[in-house]
């Protein structure tokens, strides 16, 4: 019985040390957004062969890295007058057989506004802080968990399109899952995480803030201070402006969004100078990986921790 305690306890030991051990890796981070905002892509335009090349290449970053189609194919399509947009959507079952009937929406969106105006004869908008940044965080969540496997609750990896139209991909998407009767728990949205804030601020911001306890919990289960609040987010009711809007609204859950754009540390918003070159490469990799234990946490826990504040 000892000899089988101990082979137990080593067990768990290596277990845990694979799953801690596994780092997203900053070439990685690299790769995937320098494609996604390079010129080849066109800025990306909902309807546009730039953001269909966008799409394919999330749709093979899944594959590859063994994330499932959580509908027949990852393409969840919509259709906006002529133009059809697609939100593409990874699944990860939870390893509990309970709580794998609760759902938890990592989401981004992956268009952007194509062109602006034109400076230095460059008018492509390559969006790579709106959204390229969060995009990739999203890639690179999905394949930490398909490999670890270190998910209780099941976890959905959403891309939207035509965010840019009005949040119209996220609005379809929460619609669909709403009348499937999808079990909600919480939804995060990642939006423009490529830049670091000023030292001595919290890593992050969320929107909302106040409607949730959502970043008290994720700090709890980081183990550190990732996720703050800043008072332009509810001066700009941003909260409204991005794509966890549709799911709030849809299911009535925590939903926010996440980001570490402030409106003093990068002055490309809707540019085109938003280009990788201007990413803090270091800072988005530590900033997704600081994320993990918060999000396992979220992933992991006995109950639903995560609540609504009363308003």
């Given at each position: ?182 079990n909600l728990y919480t939804m ?80 490309y918003y809707h540019h085109v ?39």
């Amino acid at each position: 019985m000892k000899h089988i305690f101990s082979l137990l306890s080593v067990f768990m030991v290596f277990s845990c040390s694979t799953s801690k051990a596994f780092q997203i890796q900053e070439s990685s981070v690299k790769e995937s957004l320098t494609y996604l905002a390079s010129d080849e892509l066109n800025g990306r335009q909902t309807g546009t062969p730039g953001i269909e090349k966008a799409a394919v290449y999330i749709e093979t970053f899944f594959k590859k890295n063994d994330v499932k189609p959580y509908f027949e194919t990852y393409r969840d399509s919509f259709q906006l007058k002529k133009i059809t947009g697609y939100n593409i959507v990874g699944f990860i079952e939870g390893n509990d057989p309970d709580l794998k009937d609760e759902f938890i929406v990592l989401g981004a969106h992956y268009d952007h506004i194509a062109t602006s105006k034109a400076v230095d004869g460059d008018s492509i908008s390559n969006g790579a802080n709106d959204d390229a940044s969060g995009t990739v965080a999203v890639l690179e969540w999905a394949k930490y968990f398909a490999k670890t496997k270190t998910n209780k609750r099941s976890i959905l990896f959403t891309l939207y399109a035509a965010e840019e139209m009005g949040l119209k991909g996220s609005e379809h998407l929460a619609k669909v899952l709403k009348d499937q009767g999808l079990n909600l728990y919480t939804m995060i949205n990642f939006e423009m995480i490529g830049v670091p804030r000023a030292s001595g601020e919290t890593l992050s911001y969320i929107t909302g803030y106040d409607k949730s306890n959502i970043a008290e919990k994720l700090n709890a289960y980081a183990g550190e201070e990732l996720v703050g609040f800043l008072v332009q987010a509810k001066a700009y009711n941003l909260f409204k402006r991005s794509d966890n809007f549709p799911f709030f609204n849809e299911f009535n859950v925590p939903a926010h969004a996440i980001s570490t754009f402030d409106f003093t540390n990068f002055e490309y918003y809707h540019h085109v100078d938003d280009e990788a070159d201007k990413m803090d490469f270091t800072h988005m990799t530590s900033f997704i990986n600081k994320m993990i234990p918060a999000l396992e946490g979220m992933a992991n826990a006995p109950s639903q921790e995560i609540k609504m504040n009363n308003e």
